[in-house]
């Protein structure tokens, strides 16, 4: 859900040259249960394989894809296995059909993203918006997803821990609520291109968008978790200060069968400020053997 981090993330570790993306774009992919359903177009960086280690679905949050791209080249590369990262449409300064006004629309989309690749036994791993995503994607129960990660998720209401309103703070503010360190990932603003600029604009607008009202916020999201039957792993850096961890625990027992693990050292985008901390947790949980499913 952050809006400076797509400043700051060419700070991260670059994507390995043997993980590097190849960026396509999938055409006309349905985001309603509707008999004659909107479609829209996504664009897709894939890393890996097909069918080489294990397949995942790496969702962003608001600070737009490149909050994850150096990421999904390193579990990519260390994890293995092949990653889909796709944009949410309307980031970027990509289009975004105006039905497409929901998390769990966007759900949808990804469902069916699975469905058109033909990926089998996906663990989907979502940061902030892109954790809700997943969590709507998980009450979709496609038979394609085996495990869900959150990672530092919105979405719900907790009203001893509500989601701080981040809309009028400034930059540095922000970056304080957000890293357990900000000090590494200031950047001058006056060093932003006009492209930078316009895709900051083109992320707050679809944010705006897929995070409703009340902002990133559905009260009806919490009761409705109790659906979820896929393995879920929850994630909560230690100093977020965007949704602290009471708000992550609260996620998780609102989950059957959900797992909570606090991340040291790390704040609300654990996959730039501690990505082999994340990068850990995510393949361990991903390639666990099932309780009922003999080795």
């Known amino acids: 859900m952050l809006i400076y981090l797509s400043r700051t993330t060419h700070l991260s570790a670059p994507t390995p040259p043997a993980a590097a993306a190849h960026t396509t774009t999938v055409q006309d992919l349905p985001f309603e249960n509707l008999t004659a359903p909107g479609t829209a177009d996504t664009i897709i960086s894939t890393l ?21 791209a150096a990421f999904a080249g ?5 994890a293995p ?14 289009r975004r059909p105006d039905r497409l006004d929901s998390i769990a629309k966007l759900a949808v989309l990804y469902r069916n993203l ?8 996906v663990t989907v791993v979502g940061n902030s918006i892109g954790g809700w995503t997943a969590a709507e994607l998980a009450l979709l129960r496609s038979p394609r997803v085996s495990r869900v990660i959150l990672v530092n998720a919105v979405g719900i209401l907790v009203e001893e821990a509500p989601v701080t309103e981040i809309s009028g703070l400034t930059p540095d503010e922000l970056s304080r609520l957000s890293f357990h360190d900000p000090a590494p ?5 006056a060093s932003l ?3 930078q600029l316009a895709a900051m604009a083109a992320n707050r607008r679809a944010l705006a968008v ?14 409705r978790l109790a659906g979820i039957t ?15 961890p009471a708000y992550g625990r609260a996620y998780a027992e609102a989950i059957p069968g959900a797992e909570f693990r606090v991340l040291p050292g790390t704040g609300h985008v654990p996959q730039i400020e501690t990505p082999q901390q994340l990068l850990n947790h995510v393949r361990t949980f991903a390639e666990a053997q099932p309780p009922n499913d003999p080795a």
């Open 193 to 195: 291109t006009e492209q």
């Open 230 to 244: 896929t393995p879920t792993l929850v994630l909560w850096g230690e100093s977020d200060e965007i949704v602290i």
């Open 185 to 189: 990932f200031r950047v001058d603003p």
């Open 48 to 68: 890996g394989r097909h069918g080489e280690g294990h397949p995942y679905l790496l969702l962003h949050g608001g600070a737009g894809p490149q909050s994850v």
């Open 81 to 94: 296995g092949q990653v889909i990262a796709p944009t949410h449409p309307g980031f970027g300064g990509t």
């Open 114 to 121: 699975l469905d058109r690749l033909g990926l089998e036994n």
């Open 74 to 78: 390193q579990l990519a590369t260390d």
């Open 210 to 223: 897929y995070g409703g009202q009340p902002p990133m916020t559905d009260p009806a999201l919490r009761d």
